[in-house]
């Protein structure tokens, strides 16, 4: 079982919940210089070597709030 922050715990919020609180709204999109109204393809949220470790992180956010909305 996963241990979860206790700050987390006391506030009632989800560990998902927190973490879409505290990014970059539009981040992904101005690293991958998409316009921020378009849809980014699912074939742009694959890792490359040359990635960035902020911009791979960005994409496996991205990857798995994929999983929890429509």
Known sequence: MARQNPKH?????KPLQAVSESIHKGGLHESLGIPQGQKIPVSDLATHSGDSPKVKKQKALART??????
């Open 65 to 70: 709030f994929k999983k929890y909305r429509p």
């Open 9 to 13: 715990r006391a506030s009632g919020r």
